[in-house]
């Protein structure tokens, strides 16, 4: 390695503190070139002047910790919203004018579902409202090309169609299934947004992974903050207006929390630094505690066996807890130092994900014995359909965190394995959405 | 020798102003500065000298500017402020004012030791 190199990657390892900014980094790589040169000049060669300048200027800790004493404003201004003058200008603007679509598309559901007959075709539509606008923000902020941005307008258009035109029965449960998984299938044209496109990019996939799961704390956080505000407008209100506190939330409360979703989508790439140090940290708690609770779920079942109270809605919870499962092992991986040696939290992971499957199988086991005897419903089929995807993707991680514990492969494989099963979910989700309502006549 | 770590920190900012009352000056020039006038008895890690700097800078006792160096390099300069020449002047009376206390001692034990 050349000297230049040598000095990258040190400048890049002072930098990572947030209190060093790159201004002071330009100081001190001076300096580190001077006495360098002064070295070179006193007969050593280039790594030996390196390692030596290197060790003078003293260890990155100690040194970013000073910076960081001196400068401790910096660490806090990091959340501030701070914009530079280099930073452009297009994705603040792009979130202000699709936060007020969204608002403005999201009142006037609201305002057709006030009706005291609300069509069934409105509630299925919600989804539609709320991710579409989320979807135009992308195409804006990625400068989709028109031919791009017409087949995604495609897309949500026969979606739109498909779910308003469906010939559902009153009290359908296809239609509640609809209106539960159209979400889903939105938030993967939100995806091909995303990426601008390039659909085919493993990296680029797997960076809409990330922004799922960063977006996903964003909004948690937007949230908690809108409770409390509501909360508090609610109080302040009662006792000039006790009468008018609901309209105002009816009112306050949608349009907070469809502005919510484009900003928490503007804030995952404007603020990147702040919740990427986060999601980790996150999954580093709660990895260990669902692998307890996953090992002391599974031996309990299998000790206990399985009830006769096995229905729709506890397969539904085993849907969400294999989801969780998967995303604390993908974002987990995903933090994952590539140069790290295998550690206990990939032995956890494995041992969570083991356990994930072995309770699924027991549920799943029982479930088509189930359905053996009672047929299938639209409910069984989507509940069931989902299972089975999940579960075949647990399966083949969990053979692949196991030669990452044993074997040492790199932990890229189970990105890679991610990244390249996203279109077995998006299929799926769809299919339950456009074929499964006809398969089972609209019932 | 080997100069004990928390004097070596009382006596970073006198020293630095004082370097700086020569003329404006940079971080690595400022350093050889030091370790010329000490003889090398002075240890000092180099990265350290930076955070002081920017605190003298954040405090007015230094001004900052941007230049370059003979091989084209960015490179900060500072140069003091006369609050930084005040600053030094109060610092100047309390090191004389340790140093007639400490040598008075020592001189009257070296006499009576002999």
Do not use: C
């Amino acid at each position: 390695m050349d000297l230049d190199t040598h000095v990258a990657e040190w400048r890049a390892s002072i930098l990572r503190s947030r209190a060093v900014d790159p201004a002071d980094a330009d100081e001190l790589e001076s300096h580190l070139r001077d006495r360098v040169t002064d070295l070179r000049a006193a007969g050593l060669d280039d790594d030996e002047a390196f390692l030596i300048a290197v060790k003078r200027l003293g260890q990155v800790d100690a040194l970013t910790a000073e910076y960081a004493r001196v400068h401790s404003d910096r660490l806090w201004k990091q959340l501030a919203l701070s914009r530079t003058d280099d930073e452009p200008r297009r994705p603040f603007i792009a979130m202000l004018a699709f936060a007020a679509l969204a608002v403005v598309l999201n009142q006037t559901a609201r305002l057709l579902t006030l009706s005291p007959e609300p069509d069934a075709w409105l509630l299925r539509d919600v989804g539609l409202v709320i991710f579409t606008p989320l979807v135009g923000y992308f195409a804006v902020v990625r400068r989709m090309p028109l031919r791009r941005s017409l087949v995604l307008l495609l897309i949500i258009g026969v979606l739109a169609a498909a779910v308003t035109l469906f010939p559902f029965s009153a009290d359908s449960a296809t239609s509640l299934i609809v209106a539960i998984h159209l979400p889903i299938v939105l938030w993967f044209v939100v995806g091909v947004a995303y990426v601008g496109g390039e659909v085919r990019a493993s990296g680029r996939r797997m960076d809409f992974i990330r922004f799922t799961g960063e977006w996903v704390i964003y909004l948690a956080l937007i949230v908690l903050g809108g409770g409390v505000l509501a909360g508090l407008t609610a109080l302040i209100l009662s006792p000039i207006a006790p009468d008018a506190i609901g309209e105002v939330l009816a009112w306050v409360v949608p349009s907070g929390g469809a502005a919510g979703i484009i900003v928490a989508a503007w804030l995952v790439e404007a603020k990147k630094s702040v919740i990427e140090n986060l999601a980790p940290v996150l999954t580093a708690i709660f990895t260990p505690l669902f692998a307890v609770m996953l090992v002391v779920a599974a031996v309990g079942y299998a000790i206990a066996g399985l009830g006769r109270e096995f229905d729709r809605e506890l397969l539904t919870v085993f849907d969400v807890l294999l989801i969780v499962v998967l995303g604390l092992v993908v974002y987990g991986i995903s933090a994952r130092d590539a140069a790290k040696r295998v550690g206990v939290m990939d032995v956890l992971r494995l041992v969570a994900v083991v356990a994930a499957i072995l309770l699924d199988a027991l549920v799943l086991g029982s479930m088509i014995a189930r359905v053996g005897e009672l047929g299938f419903t639209p409910n069984r089929v989507a509940a069931l359909g989902l299972n089975i995807v999940l579960i075949v993707n647990l399966f083949v991680t969990a053979v692949l965190l196991a030669r990452i514990v044993w074997a040492r492969t790199p932990a890229a494989r189970v990105e890679r394995w991610q990244t390249d099963y996203l279109p077995v979910f998006a299929g799926w989700v769809t299919a339950v959405v456009l074929v499964l309502p006809a398969v089972f006549a609209f019932r | 020798m080997n100069v004990d770590k928390d004097l070596v920190a009382a006596m970073a900012t006198p020293l630095v102003l004082a370097i700086l009352v020569e003329g404006r000056s940079y971080g690595y020039a400022i350093l050889k500065r030091v370790r010329e006038l000490s003889a090398g008895d002075l240890e000092w890690t180099d990265g350290m000298l930076y955070p002081l700097l920017h605190r003298l800078d954040r405090l007015g006792y230094v001004s900052t500017e941007w230049g370059e160096s003979d091989e084209g390099r960015r490179r900060k300069y500072y140069e003091i402020t006369e609050r930084g020449r005040e600053q030094l002047a109060d610092q100047r009376r309390q090191w004389e004012t340790a140093n007639r206390t400490l040598g008075g001692l020592w001189g009257l034990t070296a006499q009576t030791g002999a």
